[in-house]
């Protein structure tokens, strides 16, 4: 069964995720130096606290430093929130969250060529490589 627990993630949860993936691995300083509007220490600690207590991020001491890093990788994150996306807002229907990200977005003759490729190897009862596309 997915995991779901991303979804259920506040604005700020999800700003402080987005920057441990891009770090890899960050600091509550490091946290507050890339947050917009950044709250006070005390509430970014919080929040990160928040997130290990939901089983998001683990840590380690680093000196007199806590360091938290992701507990799942980014795209298992992701496969999890898009499939939450599908389920409620395209009546579990991927033709249809396909053709809204078709239609809506700016998208290139080479990403079109990769998308056919992949319906094309999902026709033939493949299961597509990860990407980081």
């Known amino acids: 069964m997915e995991d779901y627990r991303i979804v259920r993630l506040s604005r700020r949860e999800r700003q402080i995720m987005n920057i441990i993936y891009e770090r890899g691995s960050a600091s509550v300083a490091d946290v507050l130096a890339d ?5 006070s220490y005390s509430t ?4 990160l606290r928040i997130l290990e207590e939901k089983g998001h991020l683990s840590h380690e001491k680093d000196g007199p430093r806590y360091v938290y890093r992701s507990t799942q990788p980014r ?3 992701g496969r999890s929130a898009l499939n939450q996306i ?3 807002f395209f009546d ?3 033709e249809k969250t396909v053709a809204t990200l078709v239609s809506d977005s700016d998208i290139s003759d080479d990403e079109l060529d990769r998308l056919s490729q992949l319906i094309e190897q999902a026709k033939k009862g493949g299961k597509p490589h990860d990407t980081d596309h």
């Not at 947050?35 to 709250?39: F, Q, W």
């Not at 970014?44 to 929040?47: C, D, G, I, K, M």
């Open 35 to 39: 947050l917009p509007d950044a709250p």
């Open 44 to 47: 970014v600690r919080a929040l």
């Open 75 to 77: 795209h298992h994150v």
């Open 86 to 88: 599908v389920q409620t």
């Open 92 to 94: 579990k229907s991927v």
